[in-house]
């Protein structure tokens, strides 16, 4: 978010001076007092009714520097100082001096939640916390002093820069991100007496003198233009985009001490992923036309002998685009035929072809005119079984808008549950409208169909949040046939890609194993001797973590299963933690030692975990222990480490999986329950899902003798 030009404020603000030039240049002094006043809760739209810090408590908060976008305010609290109860917007911090907090919590009406609860939190820290009220206390024997940033309500993007250079990537060395969320990143820069860093750019940023004495700024890189600028421990300078030495620069440390300062800069947004609820038929995709037919009582043995007949078979020869059709008995006064076609094309010709059958061959047993047909195509296929279909279980759905993507996702996960159902052939689903779909579950006959009964049922519950209305379920016998379903392939695992190929576990069980699972992702050890080759596979996005130096011939597989003859050898260090799209391959080992990486793997049903409320990332409390390794928008891969006797402070996570590389013992607490103390075997995998307790919210201590290294995959969403 931006900020645009900056603002005079009641702070230590540095300014600008041009070396060897002694025109007028305001002190560094602070200067008097003015009558501005101090934005309130107006310049946020609070929820509640309480006022902001600033105004509320000027003894403890007080503003050190300000852009019209956003204000940076230092908050002093002495030991048994209480502030009074005031609300913020989201807001990033950094703790200077650190110490023991006592925070109650408060409601939209401004009422207190009467939940005080204590926190501990060390100096360095740079927590992000989300918009809310409380009230806080210092019940510790130090004095507590933060710094941190409020955006105001009318707070902008800032605009992007052509050819922009991150002060993070060319200069490591000086600039840390200590913490960021999608709309500010909080920035450390430490500098040694004499030492220069590269030309960068910078966004809106507000700064914070934590060390130093004086840095000379290079607007634009020009060293003929240098300016001297005097900072002190405390101050507060606004530094806006607009303004050329803070938007591209080199910095020189040209005072006496090392400097250290703290900044907030503003981001630009990432702009929010594209909707894709709408389901699209894949390219090829058969059509499939089923219809509900009257016919006369007793007549369904003479349609069976007439379809049965030479002259009907030469009649539905003269089809084109026909894959076969079938006639299923609801009961003795109804039936469907289900038939499919190769496309939308054939089959919108097909209707006149099928038409003329039940007028001519057929005529003289139908009942009536059929009802409309439910028409559309194919989106899954699940070959559970070999085996002729005996019986139907044929659900029509009735969805709400936008969600027959999710039944089909939700269908194709459960393909493990439905092998486990004796006398199940297949499972299709077509597609019939914008909120309308069908599901075809073949079995091998009637009482193997009654009998999974009790078991498809819950089975298939799961998609009772997508329906509008009750499904229409029939269960139908199979009189008459003439399409058979394709062979059950060797099972291709929980993710039916579009390749055709199975997934790594399941084609290649050696080399592959499933550690620990979540409902939403899975945790994969890959191990591959010197010399070792796995079968050609699919994977979805997936993040990897190396445990050891891996050499690696990688053949790639188009979106048809076919090789694309591009070997090519990739040499990948140990600790690399690459993500990679979803795509199929096959490697091989070529190296001289055993190549083992873990890696998650999204199910196709993965959804959001959601956000809880007041929810603190280990990464912000705690950078000294937590590292983020590398992310996408749905996964941290992130790095636990902490030596014995070292505690974390309290903190959230959502669903998570852990690998750990070293271990030890690890102590739970902070989880409303009493604490757990837990061994830790390298090589060992655990499950953490947010809806566990221990999980969702603690602080642990490594109460083992050795270091904790923990490995974890983070849901982001």
């Known amino acids: ?47 509640s009714p309480l006022p902001d810090c600033v105004s509320s408590n000027p003894d403890v908060y007080k503003v050190v520097a300000e852009l019209p976008g956003a204000r940076l305010v230092e908050m002093t609290i002495e030991p048994g100082q209480e502030d009074i109860p005031h609300d913020h917007p989201a ?52 004095t507590v002093k933060v710094v941190f940033i409020e955006p105001y309500v009318t707070c902008q993007p800032c605009a992007d820069i052509e050819g922009y250079v991150s002060p993070f990537e060319v200069a490591p060395q000086c600039y840390k991100v200590l913490a960021e969320d999608d709309n500010w990143i909080t920035g450390l820069m430490t500098m040694e007496v004499g030492a220069t860093d590269p030309v960068h750019h910078h966004k809106d940023h507000l700064i914070y003198v934590l ?49 250290k300062m703290l900044f907030f800069e503003a981001k630009t947004p990432k702009p929010a992923k594209p ?85 001519g061959h057929l005529g003289p047993y139908i009942a009536g005119p059929p009802e409309p047909p439910w028409v559309g195509p194919r989106a899954a296929d699940l070959a559970i079984a070999d085996g002729t279909p005996g019986a139907y279980r044929v ?95 060797a099972s291709l695992g929980p993710f039916n890609f579009a390749s055709g190929m199975p997934d790594c576990c399941t084609s290649n069980p050696e080399a592959y194993s499933v550690l620990a699972e979540l409902p939403n992702f899975r945790l994969v050890e890959m191990k591959v001797p010197p010399g070792g080759a796995d079968k050609p596979h699919d994977h979805p996005s997936h993040s990897m973590y190396f445990l050891k130096p891996a050499k690696l011939e990688i053949t790639d597989y188009d979106e ?51 956000s809880p409320d007041g929810f603190i990332s280990p990464f912000t409390v705690a950078p000294q222990c937590y590292k983020i390794l590398a992310e996408n928008d749905d996964f941290y891969t992130g790095m636990m480490t902490m ?36 061994p830790m075997t390298a090589g060992a995998a655990i499950p953490a899902p947010m809806s566990a307790p221990p999980f969702a919210q603690h602080t642990l201590k490594n109460t083992g003798s050795t270091t904790l290294k923990l490995l974890f995959f983070e849901m982001k969403l």
């Open 1 to 47: 978010m931006g900020c645009g030009g900056s603002k005079e404020v009641d702070a230590e603000t540095p300014t600008l001076v041009k070396k060897d030039v002694a025109a007028a240049v305001p002190s560094t002094e602070k200067p008097a007092p003015t009558e501005k006043p101090v934005p309130g809760a107006s310049a946020f739209a609070f929820a």
């Open 91 to 142: 807001h990033s911090m950094f703790f200077v001096q650190g110490g023991k907090l006592s925070i109650t919590d408060y409601d939209t009406d401004g009422k207190s939640k009467n939940n005080a609860h204590e926190v501990e939190i060390p100096a360095g820290a740079p927590p992000i916390f989300p918009a809310g009220a409380h009230k806080v206390k210092n019940v510790g024997d130090t």
């Open 211 to 259: 060390e130093g004495d004086e840095v000379t700024i290079f607007p634009g890189g020009d060293e003929s233009a240098a300016m001297s600028v005097p900072i002190k421990v405390g101050a507060g300078i606004p530094a806006p985009m607009d303004a050329p030495p803070f938007f591209k620069h080199s910095l020189k440390n040209s005072g006496s001490v090392p400097i």
């Open 275 to 359: 909707v894709t609820d709408a389901w699209v038929a894949p390219a090829g995709a058969p059509f499939h036309r089923v219809t509900k037919i009257p016919i006369k009582s007793g007549s369904m043995g003479d349609i069976k002998a007439v379809s049965t007949s030479e002259a009907f078979a030469e009649t539905i020869k003269t089809f084109e685009g026909f894959l076969g059709v079938e006639a299923l008995q609801i009961d003795d006064t109804s039936m469907l035929t289900h038939s499919r076609w190769v496309s939308e094309e054939a089959c919108s010709g097909g209707a006149a072809a099928l038409g003329s059958v039940l007028k």
């Open 395 to 489: 659900v029509v759905m009735n969805l709400k808008p936008s969600t027959f993507k999710e039944v089909v996702a939700y269908v194709n996960s459960k393909e493990p549950d439905f092998k486990k159902i004796d006398g199940l052939i297949s499972v299709t689903v077509f597609s019939a409208g914008p909120t309308s779909g069908v599901v075809c579950a073949a079995y091998t006959s009637t009482a193997t169909l009654e009998a999974a009964t009790p078991v498809i049922g819950p089975l298939l519950s799961g998609m009772g949040p997508h329906f509008a209305s009750p499904p229409t379920p029939f269960g139908v016998t199979v009189e008459y046939s003439t399409y058979a379903p394709p062979a059950a392939p």
């Open 560 to 610: 048809s299963g076919k090789s694309k003859d591009n070997a090519h050898v990739a040499e990948v260090p140990a600790g690399a933690c690459p993500i990679f799209p979803a795509g199929a391959h096959q490697v091989k080992n070529v190296g001289d030692e055993e190549a083992q990486v873990i890696f998650i793997e999204a199910f196709p049903m993965c959804k959001p975990c959601g």
């Open 643 to 678: 030596e014995p006797g070292e505690e974390d402070p309290i903190h959230n996570h959502k669903d998570h999986l852990i690998y750990v590389i070293e271990g030890g013992e690890v102590t739970i607490s902070g989880f409303g329950g009493e604490p757990m103390v837990v």
